[in-house]
C-alpha cells in the first residue's frame, strides 16, 4: 500500500503562484510514476502532469505546460505541483497519485493505483 497527501492549496488570485506537496509513503517503489490530476465540478478528472520516481524529465498536459513543475525530492519522499500565472480556469480539486512505470509515463485516470485525499485551488479573477 502507498499513503498520497496532498496540502498546499488554497484561494489565489489569477496571475499568483501556488505550490502543491504530496507526501508519499508505505510501500513506495523506485518504479513508480507519480502524477498529478484535477477535477473542477460536474467535470471528469484530467490529467496535469506526471514524473518518474526516478527521472527528471516531466510530461504535462498541454493546458498547464509553461505554467506548471512537477518535481520530487527523494529525501522527503515529496512531490510537488508549483503552480504559476493560475487562471480562474485552473480551480478544481487537485490530486496526487502514483502508478507503475511502464515504458511511459502513464497519463489516465485508470493507469493509477494509489490516489490521495485531494486539495482544493481556487483561483479569483
Known amino acids: 500500500q502507498v499513503q498520497l497527501v496532498e496540502s498546499g492549496g488554497g484561494l489565489v488570485q489569477a496571475g499568483d503562484s501556488l505550490r502543491l506537496s504530496c507526501a508519499v509513503s508505505?510501500?513506495?517503489?523506485?518504479?513508480?510514476?507519480m502524477g498529478w490530476f484535477r477535477q473542477a465540478p460536474g467535470k471528469e478528472r484530467q490529467f496535469v502532469a506526471a514524473?518518474?520516481?526516478?527521472?527528471?524529465?516531466?510530461y504535462y498536459a498541454d493546458s498547464v505546460k509553461g505554467r506548471f513543475t512537477i518535481s520530487r525530492d527523494f529525501a522527503k519522499n515529496t512531490v510537488y505541483l508549483q503552480m504559476g500565472s493560475l487562471k480562474p480556469e485552473d480551480t478544481a480539486v487537485y490530486y496526487c497519485?502514483?502508478?507503475?512505470?511502464?515504458?511511459?509515463?502513464?497519463?489516465?485516470?485508470?493507469?493509477?493505483?494509489?490516489w490521495g485525499q485531494g486539495t482544493q485551488v481556487t483561483v479569483s479573477s
Open positions: 514524473i518518474a520516481w526516478w527521472s527528471t524529465i516531466p
Open positions: 508505505g510501500r513506495t517503489n523506485r518504479n513508480y510514476a
Open positions: 497519485a502514483a502508478g507503475s512505470y511502464v515504458g511511459s509515463l502513464p497519463r489516465s485516470v485508470g493507469e493509477y493505483d494509489y
